[in-house]
């Protein structure tokens, strides 16, 4: 029988140095993980490449996968894991932030969503039980309970509706997900399960909501309803006003976030897990993070610049390609141009982990973080 276990190993101030255990591998945290959103990284990169990238967990998105191929026919070949070629943890979004980006195509009941697919219209239901379903016929590693991320701003009546909703959704969740995990053909029988605390940006709500899912008694929390809008103070607010809520002896899981400089300060509020698709999706416009902070390669000072996007960097492209060679793909459209950028990118966010790993290991977080994190905002 296998068992969770999240091992926290040390702390400096509210910053967490932990291991996080799994059927699928061990997860050094603080992590990023990488949004895979269908299976694949935008931008041509490989599961095998992700190993290169020091990768540690993939993120594949529940909505995008159960439409296309439909999360049956990856059952039926075998699983995510087997059918992208990734043996390590995978977290599978519930589909319920796109779900509810759909504002014209669907509608909110106590029993889910009705809305309709935004590539071709067709007319779907997701509620709890079936988002848990799609996710344990993928059998990722973590599985996200189906929630409601309302629109930031909402009046504070709207926001305590939806997290009283989110809450009941929780609770058919965790029951599903336990009656899926005990049937002898389930692919994951040991899928984990995360809660998500919402509730806007009003500090009491969130408050009341996180002890309210705390009690759950669930593999790991979430924060969520994030990075959609309000300012960067509003966000560590809220992460400050929730923190001393959520279970300590469980991973902490802020979803969507974000800039490096998000994640070192919110790092320093207590938080274990991220992920974005900021450092692929950039990446693909030519905006590479560097040490000395962010470069945009289309800039015409690059074309005869023969040395690599990081001089401190060892990702493959830095070690085989210089700022010039990736300035001429951009301008001439080659794809190669988006797989080298987004393989530096991620590599950087994932070195940025690891840096972060090892302050907190020896106890110089502090000094770490006055150092970047207002260097690595800067554009250069």
């Known amino acids: 029988m296998f068992y969770i276990m999240y091992e926290l190993i040390k702390k400096e101030g509210?910053?967490?140095?932990?291991?996080?255990?799994t059927v699928h591998g061990t997860v050094q945290t603080p992590a990023f993980m990488n949004v895979g959103t269908a299976a694949?990284?935008?931008?041509?990169?490989?599961?095998?490449?992700?190993?290169?990238?020091?990768?540690?967990?993939?993120?594949?998105?529940?909505?995008?996968?159960?439409l296309r191929p439909g999360d049956r026919i990856i059952r039926e070949l075998g699983g995510l894991h087997r059918f992208m070629g990734w043996e390590r943890p995978i977290l599978t979004d519930s589909g319920g932030f796109q779900v509810f980006s759909l504002s014209k195509l669907r509608q909110i009941r106590e029993e889910g969503v009705y809305f309709s697919s935004h590539i071709d219209g067709a007319k779907i239901?997701?509620?709890?039980?079936?988002?848990?379903?799609?996710?344990?016929?993928?059998?990722?590693?973590?599985?996200?309970?189906?929630?409601?991320?309302?629109?930031?701003?909402?009046?504070?009546?709207?926001?305590?509706?939806?997290?009283?909703?989110?809450?009941?959704?929780?609770?058919?969740?965790?029951?599903?997900?336990?009656?899926?995990n005990s049937l002898p053909d389930t692919i994951n029988r040991h899928q984990l399960l995360f809660g998500i605390n919402?509730?806007?940006?009003?500090?009491?709500?969130r408050i009341r909501h996180m002890q309210d899912i705390a009690g759950l008694e669930l593999d790991g929390y979430a924060i969520g309803g994030l990075a959609v809008g309000e300012t960067a103070a509003e966000m560590y607010r809220i992460i400050d006003s929730v923190e001393p809520y959520m279970p300590q002896d469980k991973p902490r899981y802020l979803m969507g976030v974000g800039t490096p400089a998000n994640i070192i300060e919110s790092v320093a509020r207590g938080v274990d897990l991220f992920d974005c698709v900021m450092p692929s999706r950039n990446a693909r416009h030519a905006h590479l993070n560097t040490w000395s902070g962010t470069r945009n390669l289309m800039n015409a000072k690059y074309t005869r610049d023969d040395r690599p996007v990081d001089e401190e960097c060892g990702c493959p492209t830095c070690r085989r390609h210089s700022r010039a060679y990736l300035h001429h793909l951009f301008k001439a459209n080659e794809m190669l141009a988006m797989r080298l950028a987004v393989m530096h990118n991620l590599y950087f966010y994932n070195t940025l982990m690891e840096k972060i790993r090892e302050a907190l290991d020896n106890g110089t977080f502090g000094q770490f973080r006055e150092t970047y994190s207002e260097k690595l905002a800067i554009r250069i």
């Open 40 to 66: 694949a990284i935008k931008g041509g990169i490989s599961s095998y490449d992700l190993v290169e990238l020091k990768c540690q967990v993939e993120l594949c998105n529940t909505y995008h996968l159960h």
């Open 125 to 180: 239901f997701m509620g709890p039980e079936e988002s848990m379903q799609i996710q344990s016929n993928l059998g990722s590693t973590i599985a996200m309970a189906f929630d409601e991320c309302v629109e930031n701003p909402s009046t504070l009546e709207y926001a305590e509706q939806s997290c009283a909703r989110t809450t009941r959704w929780l609770y058919r969740c965790k029951e599903e997900m336990e009656r899926l």
């Open 198 to 205: 919402q509730g806007c940006i009003y500090d009491e709500l």
């Open 14 to 21: 509210k910053a967490r140095r932990g291991v996080f255990t």
